[in-house]
């Protein structure tokens, strides 16, 4: 499966965006999916997931209540749906995928890798 992540830009503190995690390859049916984010200097966070199965989903403590994972099924595409969006929040987004039920928010349970866009919180 080749992931395409979009969405990012410029955006004020308090602003939202949607980020776009689309698919090829592959239906997104049978695959877990995971959102990353890599921010100057420091190592790569796992920002929320979606399950396979149920749609279940998880958040990173920084993010919960302002950031909201989704999928379509029909457009074979993972959404992370960003709200009140703050300084600290400014990173690249990566999107991941992994053919199992439930990927985590670890970043090395996933194989198949987007290529990242660049959020950036400025005011």
């Known amino acids: 499966v080749q992931l395409q992540a979009s969405g990012g830009g410029l955006v004020h503190p308090g602003g939202s965006l949607r980020l776009s995690c689309a698919a090829s390859g592959s239906t997104l049916d049978y695959y877990a999916i995971g959102w990353f984010r890599r921010a100057p200097g420091k190592d790569v966070e796992g920002v929320s997931c979606?399950?396979?199965?149920?749609?279940?989903?998880a958040y990173a403590d920084s993010v919960k209540g302002r950031f909201t994972i989704s999928r379509d099924g029909a457009k074979n595409t993972v959404y992370l749906q960003m709200n009140t969006l703050k300084l600290e929040d400014m990173a690249v987004y990566y999107c991941a995928a992994v053919n199992a039920v439930i990927g985590g928010t670890e970043s090395g349970s996933y194989d198949y890798w987007g290529q990242g866009t660049l959020v950036t919180v400025s005011s």
């Open positions: 979606i399950s396979s199965s149920d749609g279940s989903t």
